[in-house]
């Protein structure tokens, strides 16, 4: 398929994981991407930026613009997340939190609207199954990432008489270099892969192909008729009830 020619997408976070993948898979189907992530990128035109500046989204999509003259899709992926329960965070850390998982796509999305409009351009932003559900210890990711999918319906509703469609998905355990060496930091490593795949209907976890498959249809012509929603990508893990 060749469903991003001319395009151009911007995806933040796109050094590595979910990220990586989602920009490899729209080159592959013919965008010309940006990626903007802490330090360089070499495989994409990476625009070296900290996105828990408030500063830095704007700077990002002028620099995208100045480069190639408009923006086709837009990505939001990068992401943090701390571990701490709501008693045990500082107001310092819950902001910082919120600033990069939900203020820094808030003002990626102002800043590329107005290039968007013209392209009648498409908005994915990288929820997460903890912004529907929560794994303990969590609090200010799960927020951060509920408050992303809210404001995918908000930006799908205000923008989308102008041809601007958002849409959202929640990825549940993909095997990411991060995940990956969280699970080899086990004391039994096997043991636990065995155990996160068996809380999966599908028996496994999943790769970030599959979450960057499901991207680049969002972004694409063909889902022209779908925005204001939010995709679980979790291998049917939230729709298991644990045994009684």
């Not at 498409?122 to 303990?136: A, M, T």
Request: with cysteine; hydrophobic share 40%; proline share 5%.
């Amino acid at each position: 398929m060749n469903r991003f020619a001319g395009k151009i997408a911007l995806v933040t976070g796109g050094r590595s994981g979910i990220g990586q993948a989602i920009a490899k898979r729209l080159r592959q189907e013919g965008a010309r991407v940006f990626t903007a992530q802490r330090g360089p990128e070499v495989d994409f035109e990476g625009i070296e930026a900290d996105l828990g500046n408030p500063d830095s989204p704007g700077a990002v999509v002028s620099q995208v613009i100045e480069a190639a003259g408009k923006l086709d899709v837009l990505v939001n992926n990068a992401g943090m997340m701390q571990e701490s329960t709501v008693e045990d965070m500082s107001v310092e850390d819950w902001q910082n939190n919120l600033m990069v998982n939900l203020t820094a796509p808030f003002l990626m999305i102002k800043a590329a609207l107005p290039y968007l409009r013209k392209t009648r351009g498409s908005i994915v932003n990288v929820g997460s199954i903890e912004g529907l559900g929560s794994n303990p210890g969590h609090a200010a990711y799960c927020a951060s990432k509920a408050g992303l999918h809210g404001l995918t319906r908000a930006v799908a509703v205000d923008h989308g008489a102008e041809g601007i469609r958002c849409n959202a998905i929640a990825p549940g355990w993909i095997d990411t270099e991060l995940n990956m060496s969280f699970i080899n930091s086990m004391p039994d490593p096997e043991a636990f892969r065995r155990n996160i795949g068996n809380i999966h209907p599908v028996g496994r976890t999943g790769t970030p192909d599959e979450v960057a498959a499901l991207v680049a249809f969002l972004a694409a012509e063909e889902s022209g008729f779908i925005t204001g929603q939010v995709y679980t990508v979790d291998g049917g893990r939230m729709a298991k009830l644990s045994l009684p």
